[in-house]
């Protein structure tokens, strides 16, 4: 691993901003998990300006966001409903159609690895998907064909539920792990050459899939227990694991997966502000409610660079990558409000001694390389 001397770090801290946006412009930024499609569905352009939202194309380009993961987000109330794989399908059109197909100057629409750099090469934005939420399957290994036919290359195994097939962090264990049907997801994922997802699974299906997976697994939008102890979080022993086997924990941006303060005061992550949170929302009290999550302790830019830090530390700067989970959490560190607020981080990373070839990996290179590495196993599996 390549340190900055103190001199160097000196230097780095002393760039101008031309200099930090110089640097920053030259990386390719791969945010593997954003929810902005949980706003698309419902009719907001990804093209308009000054929303409420953390992401947009003019901010996208102002951070020199090279390319998406757009989340294929399943709630589990579809899965309840029995129409988990109708809402998998109007959520990839809604990547595919209203951001794709209605920027077609802005976005590219991805399925390999090697496209990602000539969607770059083309002044446009690589729009990938990943479907969060294995029920979106309905128990049924076939269905991942036609999600991957079009488009989808990753499936985060469960959300904070249990599904029929795997167990999640959300919820206390029902399959100690993967079932004998959640294997054959897995193997049918490594088939076809979809990234495996670990994100939201319980600790005992994480250590099923690196178990049973022939090829690198990546944690789309996590962070680090050691910092922040919440269940969604992985611990060091975990983080390790996954960089043995050449995968990748991607840096979620919430509040809570960042700062321990943040999670404790958290509705997301604290049980008891949780019950209050819904028994206020039963009782109808809308401003009690607001005030209550409104209430978390803010996470701080620094809090990304150290989780980012400790998972160099300890497995390695290939193990590391940015899954911001932009629109899908209610808080954001001070400095990093939107999609825009990525040269800050580079600036933050600098001087704290990481070097351009360091960033190279994190923002974008680790996780293409995982991405391949699936696409060649799928290529090897069909001859």
């Avoid at 997966?257 to 819904?278: E, P, V, Y």
């Avoid at 704290?352 to 680790?366: E, M, P, R, W």
Wanted: with cysteine.
């Amino acid at each position: 691993m390549l340190f900055l001397s103190l001199a160097a770090l000196l230097t780095a801290a002393q760039l101008s901003d031309a200099e930090v946006e110089k640097i920053h412009r030259g990386l390719l930024v791969i945010d593997t998990h954003n929810d902005v499609t949980s706003h698309t569905v419902k009719g907001f352009d990804i093209g308009s300006t000054g929303s409420k939202f953390h992401t947009d194309v003019e901010r996208l380009r102002k951070g020199n966001v090279g390319a998406v993961f757009f989340a294929v987000y399943v709630a589990a109330s579809y899965a309840k409903s029995g129409h988990a794989a109708h809402r998998a399908l109007e959520m990839i059109g809604t990547v595919r159609h209203d951001i794709a197909g209605r920027h077609p100057g802005t976005f590219q629409l991805v399925t390999r690895a090697d496209d990602v750099a000539a969607a770059r090469k083309a002044g446009r934005i690589a729009a990938l998907m990943g479907i969060e939420g294995g029920h979106a399957i309905e128990d049924d290994p076939r269905l991942l064909r036609t999600f991957y036919d079009l488009g989808v290359r990753y499936m985060t195994l469960t959300h904070s539920n249990n599904n029929n097939w795997a167990d999640s962090s959300g919820e206390p264990p029902k399959h100690n792990g993967l079932t004998e049907l959640g294997r054959k997801v897995v193997a049918e994922m490594n088939r076809l050459g979809m990234m495996v997802d670990v994100s939201h699974v319980s600790d005992k299906t994480f250590a099923d899939v690196l178990e049973i997976s022939p090829v690198p697994v990546l944690a789309s939008h996590s962070s680090c227990r050691a910092l922040a102890n919440i269940p969604r979080n992985m611990s060091d022993d975990m983080i390790r694991a996954l960089a043995k086997k050449g995968g990748v924990v991607q840096i979620n941006f919430g509040c809570e997966f960042l700062n321990q303060k943040s999670a404790d005061s958290s509705t997301f992550s604290n049980a008891a502000l949780r019950r209050r949170a819904a028994e206020l929302k039963k009782a109808g009290r809308t401003a009690e409610l607001k005030d209550l999550r409104a209430s978390i302790v803010p996470a701080q830019l620094s809090d990304i660079v150290a989780h980012i830090q400790h998972v160099r530390d300890i497995a390695g700067v290939a193990a590391v990558g940015i899954g911001s989970d932009f629109d899908g959490v209610e808080c954001l560190p001070k400095g990093m409000e939107d999609v825009s607020k990525f040269p800050a981080l580079t600036r933050a990373l600098l001087e704290k001694g990481f070097t351009a070839s360091d960033l190279a990996q994190i923002y974008g290179g680790n996780v293409l390389r995982v991405m391949r590495e699936a696409e060649r196993y799928a290529q090897r599996a069909r001859n």
